[in-house]
């Protein structure tokens, strides 16, 4: 009897033993495969937000690459070395092309011509002559000039530059200047549209000594497109702009100040030289008034003047 009671109780032992095994293996599974799921979500994730950051940064990285490109600077190098930018330069074309254009109809000297000389002489307008006698040719007095004049190192120390109410006058004097003068009647029998034969001309004639001057004004012409306002011009549709453009020039050159006012909106053909003549102050205290790092102003931009 006793060996029957102890039988039944190991069978009952071995099978409880068997049933509990189950519920352990369950118990350890189970929390495994949630933390797989849950480390392979984060990775996910974050895999997700770091793309979206590069393509969010991305965008900020071209504009301003495009915005710098658009904001190259040069040095101009003729009576005086200038620093400018692209749109420094692209301000000065459209100022001056007008009259440049009237120029070509009235004398028969391309306008791109004109306008890279412009450039190149007076630094954009931005040059010492440009903004102290509206020189914009660099035309120095010759024999016979009785006009005003400014004494510039040049070649030699200083020497004598003409001197100008306004920037038309400069540019009319120079067309005079060039059709006035033999030693330049070659360049008139080339093509009005051949601007290269006209900038090696220039400098075959003595216009300037640097060797690399026919290169330079082609250059302008080429990069900013000079020889379409040539193709304007010998349209046979066109029609001059140019005396409203000189009288704009003028009138701009001459306009009275009110001394009341605290502030300037720069107008065309505006310079730091000539509003600081204007108010009566020094460039460097303009300059500081407004935190301008350079001297590069566009139209419409306002300046603090008292």
């Given at each position: ?26 118990s350890k599974k189970a929390p495994l495969k949630q933390r797989t799921e849950i480390v ?71 306008a791109s011509i004109i306008l890279a000389q412009g450039i190149l002489e007076s630094g ?183």
């Amino acid at each position: 009897m006793f060996k029957k009671i102890l039988l039944a109780f190991t069978i009952i032992s071995l099978i409880g033993c068997n049933a509990t095994k189950p519920v352990i293996v369950t118990s350890k599974k189970a929390p495994l495969k949630q933390r797989t799921e849950i480390v392979q979500t984060t990775k996910k994730t974050a895999a997700i937000r770091s793309n979206t950051t590069k393509q969010i940064l991305s965008k900020p990285v071209k504009q301003q690459q495009q915005q710098q490109s658009n904001q190259e600077t040069e040095v101009i190098v003729s009576t005086s070395k200038t620093l400018v930018t692209n749109d420094v330069i692209k301000t000065y074309i459209y100022q001056f092309k007008d009259i440049a254009m009237g120029n070509m109809k009235n004398y028969g000297i391309p306008a791109s011509i004109i306008l890279a000389q412009g450039i190149l002489e007076s630094g954009a307008g931005r040059g010492d002559l440009a903004k102290n006698s509206n020189n914009h040719f660099g035309i120095k007095c010759h024999a016979g000039w009785t006009g005003e004049s400014v004494k510039h190192d040049d070649d030699a120390a200083q020497e004598c530059f003409r001197k100008y109410d306004n920037p038309s006058e400069s540019y009319k004097d120079h067309a005079l200047f060039l059709t006035g003068r033999s030693r330049y009647a070659k360049l008139f029998g080339f093509s009005k549209g051949d601007y290269k034969a006209w900038a090696k001309g220039l400098r075959a004639a003595g216009y300037a000594t640097d060797p690399k001057y026919p290169d330079k004004l082609i250059s302008y012409i080429e990069r900013y497109n000079l020889h379409e306002y040539d193709n304007q011009v010998l349209d046979v549709n066109y029609v001059s702009n140019e005396k409203q453009m000189v009288q704009e020039l003028t009138i701009e050159s001459k306009k009275p100040i009110d001394q009341g006012l605290t502030s300037y909106v720069v107008q065309k053909g505006d310079t730091l030289y000539s509003i600081s003549k204007k108010f009566e102050l020094r460039v460097e205290d303009l300059k500081q008034r407004n935190n301008l790092s350079d001297n590069a102003l566009s139209i419409g931009q306002k300046l603090v003047v008292k």
